[in-house]
């Protein structure tokens, strides 16, 4: 079947470490992007990308790095430098470039919780 | 600016019982897209409805259905015999035309339903 993994499920870190959250799509989607979800709010725009080797900063991309070196992969890492990192982090792709225009296809997502 | 804008954070219905959730949306575009997201417990959001700006034709689809009206920038969405099963938390969202201004998809807060049996 087609998707979207994300792994791990949950994962604990300490405050000054860096963690790398993995998102993998069997879709042969183009674009991948990157939510963060706090309660009671809305997905918020993390980063995206568009082809591979290439992608850009959304709305709160600040402590938050990127890499896309594979189309099929898109990890996305949290480092010391991002102030409150606790929060349900969730992987989408689309099917073509149009961005946002596009039916979004959900991972189950990744709670990240700093101790 | 493009906002969206769902006013019920939290709605409670007996089983069976019709439910609305609305969503409010702002945008300058004239060529824009709506979207109906629900997410269960698991997390994951799964995907129920896309609109186009010029298509405000209602949709219906077993028990959901979507109103859409572009007079008062609505696209309401209507759980008809609610079930338990439907039990989840559910999002809308707008994406403009990445032509005019970029790619840019717009979450609501989201409403928490809850159908109690």
């Known amino acids: 079947d087609g998707g979207i993994t994300q792994s791990p499920k949950y994962l604990f870190r300490k405050e000054g470490q860096n963690v790398t959250l993995s998102c993998e799509q069997n879709?042969?989607?183009?674009?991948m992007y990157w939510y963060r979800q706090d309660p009671g709010q809305g997905l918020r725009l993390i980063y995206y990308?568009?082809?591979?080797?290439?992608?850009q900063k959304g709305d709160i991309a600040e402590g938050y790095s990127v890499s896309r070196e594979k189309k099929e992969s898109f990890p996305l890492t949290v480092t010391s430098a991002q102030k409150n990192p606790t929060a349900f982090y969730l992987c989408?792709?689309?099917?073509?470039?149009?961005?946002?225009?596009?039916?979004?296809?959900f991972g189950p997502g990744t709670r990240l919780t700093v101790l | 600016a493009q906002k969206v804008t769902q006013a019920q954070t939290e709605i409670s219905v007996v089983e069976k019982e019709d439910v609305t959730l609305d969503c409010v949306y702002e945008?300058?575009?004239?060529?824009?897209?709506l979207f109906w997201y629900k997410q269960p417990p698991s997390g994951e959001l799964v995907f129920l409805i896309r609109?186009?700006?010029?298509?405000?034709q209602n949709e219906i689809s077993g028990r959901y259905s979507w109103n859409f009206q572009k007079s008062t920038s609505s696209f309401n969405f209507t759980i008809t015999a609610s079930q338990v099963v439907d039990s989840a938390v559910y999002f809308c969202?707008?994406?403009?035309?990445?032509?005019?201004?970029?790619?840019?998809?717009?979450f609501g807060a989201g409403t928490r339903l809850f159908v109690k049996a």
């Open positions: 879709l042969n989607h183009d674009a």
């Open positions: 969202a707008l994406s403009e035309d990445p032509n005019t201004g970029g790619f840019k998809t717009i």
């Open positions: 990308s568009q082809i591979v080797n290439d992608f």
């Open positions: 945008t300058r575009d004239t060529t824009y897209y």
């Open positions: 609109r186009n700006s010029f298509d405000e």
């Open positions: 989408a792709s689309t099917e073509g470039l149009a961005g946002g225009t596009d039916t979004q296809y």
